[in-house]
């Protein structure tokens, strides 16, 4: 149950930095180039896939 609950974390936190993404009055904001903050979003859903790669939610 803990593992599902950091994945879980870890998938929220991944989709929320995709979705600032997809908001260019937020993306002007927000520090690094658009091609950093995808990578950075990337990064988190590998990231959350490795602590439980069975949720298909981790995927982007």
Do not use: C, F
Not at 36 to 57: F, R
């Amino acid at each position: 149950m803990l593992l599902w609950s950091v994945s879980a974390k870890k998938l929220s936190r991944a989709r929320i930095q995709y979705e600032l993404t997809q908001h260019p009055k937020l993306l002007q904001q927000l520090p690094g180039s658009l091609l950093d903050l995808l990578q950075t979003a990337l990064t988190s859903s590998k990231y959350a896939l490795s602590l439980n790669g069975e949720n298909a939610d981790a995927l982007l």
